[in-house]
T-cell receptor, first 116, second 112 residues
């Protein structure tokens, strides 16, 4: 149980392109989904917290107009990197948590984004 | 000071040995604690949650010391498949409402 699917796994595109990444909880309802980013040899850093039906909460230093998050249903959240540039190249990974106390987060497979 | 600090290693350990990792966290309001494992270029996978009473899962034992803000992981009878990066992770909440704070990880290499 507790499967989270993320798509696509790899994206290579030109600078200036907008890229959408999907995160789905396949077998549970995720009221909260999280988006992280990991640069090489660095720790995963939380970018934003996404609650179904409401606006995402962004961490300090993360531009909300650049990283658009939509969480329209209990099983799907999307992250759109708008007008991506080479410095946005990173490993983007989502996680989802179900309801109840002491629930761990379950991670998607991640999306490796390379901007040329 | 980083929120979660770990020795990055690498730890080179012979197969069958016992190895221990430590981690310290700075936010005393942290409520939930975990060890995750991350293989190269993959997503992190939950290894185990960590409780104040300590907990064991097979060859893995985790301990939490809230007073010292210190978390440990012990791996006994290490296997080649244990080679990975081990991430110490804390959360402000116990209900999954907050994002996780990750350490940079400790790189473990089990040698045959």
């Amino acid at each position: 149980g507790a499967v989270v699917s993320q798509h696509p796994s790899w994206v290579i595109c030109k600078s200036g392109t907008s890229v959408k990444i999907e995160c789905r909880s396949l077998d549970f309802q995720a009221t909260t989904m999280f988006w992280y980013r990991q640069f090489p040899k660095q720790s995963l850093m939380l970018m934003a917290t996404s609650n179904e039906g409401s606006k995402a909460t962004y961490e300090q230093g993360v531009e909300k107009d650049k990283f658009l998050i939509n969480h329209a249903s209990l099983t799907l959240s999307t992250l759109t990197v708008t007008s991506a540039h080479p410095e946005d190249s990173s490993f983007y990974i989502c996680s989802a948590t179900g309801t109840g106390l002491w629930q761990p987060q379950h991670f998607g497979d991640g999306t490796r984004l390379s901007i040329l | 000071r980083k929120e979660v600090e770990q020795d990055p290693g690498p730890f080179n350990v012979p197969e069958g040995a016992t190895v221990a990792f430590n981690c310290t966290y700075s936010n005393s309001a942290s409520q939930s604690f975990f060890w995750y494992r991350q293989d190269c270029r993959k997503e992190p996978k939950l290894l185990m949650s960590v409780y104040s009473s300590g907990n064991e899962d097979g060859r893995f034992t985790a301990q939490l010391n809230r007073a010292s803000q210190y978390i440990s992981l012990l791996i006994r009878d290490s296997k080649l498949s244990d080679s990975a990066t081990y991430l110490c992770v804390v959360s402000r909440s116990g209900g999954g409402a907050d994002g996780l704070t990750f350490g940079k990880g400790t790189h473990l290499i089990i040698q045959p």
